[in-house]
Nanobody, 124 residues
Framework: QVQLLESGGGSVQAGGSLRLSCTTS??????MAWFRQTSGKAREGVAT????????VYASSVKGRFTISLDNAKNTLYLQMNSLKPEDTAMYYC???????????????????WGQGTQVTVSS
């Protein structure tokens, strides 16, 4: 059973930065991803990365502003968020796909394990 625990959310003004962290019990061969969700909307894929290597994939809405990365020594997934906008306000979730049948995607249906979420609020 993969366990995921997010941290690092908070409130920031537009244009500011935050870094989210997700500690995990294991991910050495998984796809790891960040999703976000606001009330009344479907969960949206933000970024994904393959623990075995390869280029990360980003949603168009965050490309150039967000960076996903892994620290293998710390078993931690990060999401560096720069130039934040009010529309980035959401609950952010870390997710793991241990099978990667379709490669690393931004489709929430491909992910089996989820963290509890961390809130990010960006004010204008």
């Amino acid at each position: 059973q993969v366990q995921l625990l997010e941290s690092g959310g908070g409130s920031v003004q537009a244009g500011g930065s935050l870094r989210l962290s997700c500690t995990t019990s294991e991910y050495d061969r998984y796809c790891m991803a960040w999703f976000r969700q606001t009330s009344g909307k479907a969960r949206e894929g933000v970024a994904t990365i393959n623990a075995l290597g390869g280029s990360p994939v980003y949603a168009s809405s965050v490309k150039g502003r967000f960076t996903i990365s892994l620290d293998n020594a710390k078993n931690t997934l990060y999401l560096q968020m720069n130039s934040l906008k009010p529309e980035d306000t959401a609950m952010y979730y870390c997710a793991a796909d241990p099978l990667a049948r379709r490669g690393c995607t931004l489709d929430m249906n491909d992910y089996n394990y989820w963290g509890q979420g961390t809130q990010v609020t960006v004010s204008s």
